[in-house]
């Protein structure tokens, strides 16, 4: 069997397995219900919404250390986008 495969560039053993699979008997069908299943509902709870996150009323404050120098600029939460793109100009 070995050589017959190797002759055909087949693997060992999958020919081995699709021997097997054909000495086996075929399985009987399965004959389906004609009556088809009904619904069942199932209950779900509503999903309640994500809360929004609470405003922080900590100011968002921030060191930048350049060797011996240190920077510390804080910023109101309420300005967080002006802090964001000053951060990003800072870290070109």
């Known amino acids: 069997m070995a050589a017959v495969a190797m ?3 087949i693997n060992a053993n999958l ?6 699979e054909r000495a086996q008997p ?3 069908a399965v ?3 004609e009556k088809p299943a009904g619904f069942i509902e ?3 709870p509503m999903p309640t919404p994500p809360a ?3 405003p922080s009323a900590e100011p968002i404050r921030i ?6 120098t240190t920077i510390a600029v804080t910023w109101l939460p309420s300005a967080a986008d002006a802090c ?3 951060m990003r100009e800072l870290l070109r």
């Open 52 to 54: 929004p996150p609470a």
């Open 84 to 86: 964001a793109a000053w």
């Open 31 to 33: 004959t389906v219900s």
């Open 42 to 44: 199932l209950p779900m």
């Open 63 to 68: 060191e930048v250390r350049r060797g011996a």
């Open 7 to 9: 002759a055909h560039g």
């Open 26 to 28: 075929p399985v009987e």
């Open 15 to 20: 020919l081995r397995r699709w021997v097997h």
